[in-house]
């Protein structure tokens, strides 16, 4: 039994996602999801005692409430684990996470503000986001011999996953295949265009209780089964390379990011990967898939490319991945958003109340967030039974 496991996730909220959001701007939009998952939860505003997010403070003083408990978290899944131990700890009992952006990309012209290094020692040389990724996947891809269509054929299942989801940003796009992914110009080698996320606006919130709390609520609590947090430095600064670090253990590098994270989650959890039912896995890039299986242990180094391409990540497979349509599909609203979302969806199909894509039976969801390029990824597992 570990701390986590008396808390669990109540409520979870995601707002219209579209490219253009109208009538919000960022703060906007994450007021209105906060109070989105407080309603799914059969909650009000007066009855959270914590709240992490940047507009936080405007559901506590619109409503009148507290003193509570306060965290300025970078969000996604390290704010869900912060809250676990908030709440494991006595320092809260139910809290609200949300977060929301509109209104930050404008100018068009150019590639997202949040994909653009801006300090003097990369922006003469043209890395941006995709570069970066781009690094560590051709990286992999010299070494092992992983080929394009490896990357086709997560790219191609994630986009039809939004293909059909009438809440996806690029509902009703597809369906792709895995020549038309290849057949999209390149932007970053081995990446092309439909191997990348794209851009778009909305808002999302989830809440978290004490288990006892938990249990008189209008849903079935989504457990906190466990979690932690791999970091090798400060995010889209540094170019990545796939053999930095090492200092720790020698297979413990930037390439494999994710992987002693996991490994303490699996120990929290005493679960491994045969007991993972769905994988809402962080997809900015198609490489990143294959590398996060590898590096949270479901297949060996180097086998990644195979992995996928056995059909174990489609509609009914092992191990179907992001569900929703992810980053490519479903929304890319900024990064305190998307990296929330992989969550809310992971505890959307542990409810079994997915519109799309629903996994049967679903008991055990991996989300993660973050990736080798970025030189951080973050883990949490959910279950639908409390340990």
């Known amino acids: 039994m570990h701390p986590f496991h008396d808390v669990a996730i109540v409520g979870v909220f995601n707002t219209e996602q579209a490219r253009v959001v109208e009538g919000h701007d960022s703060r906007s939009i994450t007021f209105a999801a906060g109070m989105g998952a407080l309603a799914d939860a059969g909650l009000g505003p007066r009855d959270i005692d914590g709240v992490v ?3 936080g403070s405007d559901v ?4 009148r409430n507290g003193p509570v408990w306060r965290s300025y978290s970078g969000m996604g899944i390290p704010a869900v684990l912060e809250v676990a131990g908030a709440i494991a700890n006595g320092l809260a009992s139910t ?9 930050v990309y404008t100018d068009r012209s150019s590639t997202a503000p949040w994909t653009r290094p801006s300090h003097e020692f990369v922006a003469p040389f043209g890395m941006f986001t995709a ?11 010299h070494r092992f011999g992983t080929p394009p269509e490896a990357l086709a054929t997560v790219a191609a299942t994630i986009r039809n996953n939004g293909h059909v989801n009438p809440e996806a940003c690029y509902f009703g796009r597809g369906p792709f295949s895995v020549q038309d992914i290849l057949d999209s110009r390149m932007v970053a080698d081995p990446f092309h265009l439909l191997d990348c996320s794209m851009t778009a606006e909305g808002g999302c ?3 978290l209780a004490r288990a006892d709390i938990a249990r008189d609520l209008a849903n079935d609590p989504i457990w906190v089964l466990g979690g ?10 540094h170019p990545p390379a796939w053999d930095l670090g090492g200092n720790v253990r020698a297979d413990l590098v930037d390439g494999t990011v994710g992987r002693r994270a996991m490994e303490t989650a699996w120990s929290m959890s005493g679960l491994g990967p045969d007991d993972v039912d769905v994988c809402e896995l962080y997809d900015p890039f198609s490489f990143e898939i294959i590398r996060q299986f590898e590096a949270f242990g479901f297949c060996a180094e180097g086998e990644g490319g195979d992995y996928v391409m056995s059909g174990v990540i489609e509609a009914g497979g092992k191990h179907p991945i992001t569900t929703d349509g992810g980053l490519m599909s479903f929304s890319h609203g900024g990064a305190t958003v998307q990296l929330l979302q992989r969550v809310i969806r992971g505890a959307q199909q542990l409810r079994g109340g997915c519109a799309t894509m629903q996994v049967d ?19 949490m ?3 639908r039974e409390q340990p």
Do not use: K
């Open 53 to 55: 997010g940047q507009s």
């Open 205 to 207: 919130a989830l809440v």
């Open 361 to 379: 039976d679903a008991q055990v969801a991996l989300c993660s967030g973050g990736g080798a390029g970025a030189l951080f990824t973050d883990v």
């Open 60 to 63: 506590l003083y619109q409503a």
């Open 381 to 383: 597992l959910l279950g």
């Open 131 to 141: 570069a970066e990724f781009a690094l560590i996947a051709r990286r992999h891809m």
């Open 95 to 103: 809290v609200l996470i949300s977060a929301g952006s509109a209104r």
């Open 228 to 237: 932690n947090t791999d970091h090798f430095g400060p995010s889209y600064q």
